[in-house]
Nanobody
Framework: QVQVVESGGGLVQAGGSLRLSCEAS????????MAWYRQTTGKQRELVAR???????NYTDSVKGRFTISRDNAKNIVYLQMNSLKPEDTAVYYC?????????WGPGNQVTVWGQGTQVTISS
């Protein structure tokens, strides 16, 4: 079974930067894609950025040009570099990992796992 743990959240002033990290750990698995979502109180969780196994990326429009998602495949870590932060970026950020378990008899069904979330607060 795979677990994911986020880190790097905090409080910064508008215009500042933060880098979030998410590490997936476990045994015998292959990561297919990793993503960052965010959620504020009373709103639906929204996709912020996604990176595929082949390193293709996509971003929600509001963060394009400011956020960069990247991945260390050897360590199963995904990063979200957030620059030029705005108060509206304030949210709990969640790591989403999609993986395939690798059994002795072959690959299993794809599984999605979420991290516990990390708070990002941007002051104006």
């Amino acid at each position: 079974q795979v677990q994911v743990v986020e880190s790097g959240g905090g409080l910064v002033q508008a215009g500042g930067s933060l880098r979030l990290s998410c590490e997936a750990s476990g045994s015998r698995f292959r990561i297919n894609g990793m993503a960052w979502y965010r959620q504020t109180t009373g709103k639906q969780r929204e996709l912020v950025a996604r990176i595929t196994r082949g390193d293709s990326t996509n971003y929600t429009d509001s963060v394009k040009g400011r956020f960069t998602i990247s991945r260390d495949n050897a360590k199963n870590i995904v990063y979200l570099q957030m620059n030029s932060l705005k108060p509206e970026d304030t949210a709990v950020y969640y790591c989403n990992t999609v993986y395939t378990p690798l059994y002795s008899w072959g690959p299993g069904n794809q599984v999605t796992v979420w991290g516990q979330g990390t708070q990002v607060t941007i002051s104006s």
